[in-house]
């Protein structure tokens, strides 16, 4: 058969699905919006130009969910035993393409490692979390609100978070709380409420706008779960100090100061050694206070020094004269003990 001399041409239009706007957020194209594009056929038929035929199609785009915190800072919180308020600083993010609620909780660990490498071996208490309400990037006590969730927090946007808590009294240098702040997304549910939670489209993709999570495993959530999670330590940097007491009798009434005897009578010379470990924070403002036994009688004659050195074992008689003697205590206040310092406190008393 040859072939009929009809032809037909069709020039065919196609939109390049490749040529879409750039789009300046991170998250990608808003979620529900539409997306249209329109193909168009112009053809011909015996040579005359037929009316252009068209067709158009339209995508919702989906709702992608996806969250991270960051620890702000490099090292963890240097904190001291009965310090209140002390503060962990994180930044929320929100990496979907829509404006959601976030969520906030910490929660203690026991034992784990935590962000820099210390153990946990201790829980922080009165754990509230802050909102940095004037952007200024520090935890304004009366300024910046507490908060149990991020209100309306938009694509791409972030919010810096403090979780403050309270230090025990008694911890020790080297001590370790690891708390871990998990955000959740939600839905947004209005300004100034907390939507409703988060559930991912099950099933084939549908016309209306659907839900995928998209957020990864943090410290202690799982991948594509609507959260994200990390930890931050207060790490306990305090004075680490020992007291040592010695005595050495000076003279007595029958030897004199040739290997004098601690009889009646005799002087003995009494010395508190305060030291501070190396490594260890300055302690401030030390107070002794040494009260005398009935059996022993203070020497006003000879006073007390302070502040004097400690070597070999040996009380040196280099001190400062200070401190003061009253209602049966020697009492002398040390301006501080600096780490990898000694200090002592010398005096002397008469065994009655
Ligand atoms: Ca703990
Ligand atoms: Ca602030
Ligand atoms: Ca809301
Ligand atoms: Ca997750």
Known sequence: MSNRSKMLTMVSVMALAMLHSANALA???????????????????????????????????????NVTIARVGSSATSVSPGQTSAVTTFTVTNLSNATLDFGLAVAQQSGSTGAYGATDNFDTSNVKIYVDSNANGTYDSGTDTQVTYLDELAADANKTVFVVSDIPLGRLNGDDATIVLTSTGFEGGGSGSKGAALTETSGANTSAMDTVFADGAGATDSARDAAYSIKNDYLVFTATLSVTKISKVISDPLNGTTNPKAIPGATVEYCIVVANASGSAPADSVDITDPLPSQIAYDATYGIFFSGTYSAGVCNSDGIAGGSYATGSVTVTLSGVAANETKTVLYRATIN
């Open 27 to 65: 998250a990608g194209t808003a979620a529900g919006t539409s997306i249209t594009n329109t193909a168009s056929i112009a053809y011909q038929v015996g040579g005359v130009s037929q009316n252009t035929v068209t067709a158009s199609n339209t995508i919702t785009v989906d709702r992608k969910v």
